[in-house]
């Protein structure tokens, strides 16, 4: 096996080796290396266009719904490579679950899209049972307990986002992918969010993108600066890994420049 | 604190009255521009009115229960109905539902989900767009030399199968069409939201894509369907007619549309005044089934 060889760190839940993204011959994002840690939160951050969301999508497979996306380098979980031939997408997203940037739930009851996701990866429990423990450690309960049967439409955009990761936890990931979970709400429905993502992290290995720094300094234990610059010869911006450390490292005392410059509101 | 406003430049007109005033040229102007554009929207719809209208009032009278249950006379006899056509229309449209729509949607869902936009689908689409515009009766001589020629179904020639296939190659391309675009308004978000929680392909199209498109699909379909059951030229030849009620789906059938190409050139005035009654019968269903397509496409925005 092609993966043996690499040690990986038990706490390390997912690891990215020499990483390179790009979209046809357009290289989107270059050269990261990464072990991200088990059971804790993760921020990506970083300037518009500089490929965090690209890294993101990249962990679960997603980018593969994109034609003409191609990753070189590793993506190492659970000692396989995710990128392995022999590797099936549908298992991998089973296992690494995702919230996008804006709610997307299915158009059925808000029930139906809890259990969706649970029958499909072979739930044979209890569904009832499973529904309320999702929507409780979403903090969605309260509002939906009284509507299960409702279109998911039905709720407010902070609900759905809600409902969206209720969703995710009830198929039990071990690893849930957030894009901007917040963006498209108000402060409140995102505090909300965010006390959800506290209580989620004791069971669950968060990743998240944010473009809203503060948000990173609450939630994220860890946190990874991309940035993006021309390179010579390039077409357009081509985004990198900067810098990955510990949320206050990279907040109180960043090794590298650009850091500063874009947590101290500078440029970006 | 005083503003001095400068003095209108003379080279624009006075100032004027803010009230609207109808003799001014461009108000005129737009007045005779509306006129003309209502008088063409009035010239269009009026055939629609005329034939609506002279329909009606020729073929409603006709109207009663032995129109629905008894068989059209021999020549120079009066009375009878079209109860055979009704029932042989009725039959051919659904042989020719039940080919072309899971022919069709399997072929819109390959072209939306399946097909990554290589030469193979733009070459399907381009074909499904031609095939569209193909005459109907084209369709018909297709089929004649395909199966009624060659007596393909047990040495049967003329056929109410015959028939339903030459209205599903009909009714393929809007079912393909409507299938491809109504899944390509379903937001990209859906799909990934499936992924991400583990669905396959398969499952993702089945269980989300498809219901979520099912509203345009199901309009597409009724006005296919709308469409197939007042087509003449390509049974003419396939489905053929019969005085009879219908033997079988391999036997010749009578259809309202081939009964009025029939009789309403016939010299005897009961079989005139039955054509004239198919027609009454085959204008409301195509008009109800315009009506439920209209019905079904709204039920999404609700």
Redesign the interface.
Known sequence: MTTSSTTVATDVCMSLQDVTISYGSFEAVKNVYMDLPRGRVTAFIGPSGCGKTTVLRALNRMNDLIPGCTLKGRVIFDQHDLYDKRVDPVEVRRRIGMVFQKPNPFPKSIYENIAFGARINGYRGDMDELVERSLRKAAVWDECKDKLQESGFSLSGGQQQRLCIARAIATEPEVILMDEPCSALDPISTLKIEETMHELKRSYTIIIVTHNMQQAVRVADMTAFFNAEAVEGGSGKVGYLVEFNNTENIFNSPSQQSTLDYVSGRFG | MTVTLPPPSSQFQERRTLLYQPGLKRNRFNRICNAIAATFALIAILPLFLVLFYVLIQGGRLISPRLFTELPPAPGLSGGGIGNAILGTILVTVIATAISVPVGVGGGVYLAEYS??GWFAQFVRFGNDVLAGVPSIISGVFIYGLIVATRFFFDQSYSAMAGGIALAVLMLPTVIKTTDEGLKLV?Q????????????RF?TIT??TL??ALTPIATGVVLAIARAAGETAPLIFTALFSPFWPEGVFNPIATMSVLIYNFAIMPYEAQNELAWAASFVLVILILAANLLARWISHLTKA
Request: no cysteine; charged share 20%.
């Open positions: 990554s936009r937001p978000e859906l799909r990934w939201g499936a992924y991400g929680v583990g669905a396959s499952v269980r989300i219901p979520a």
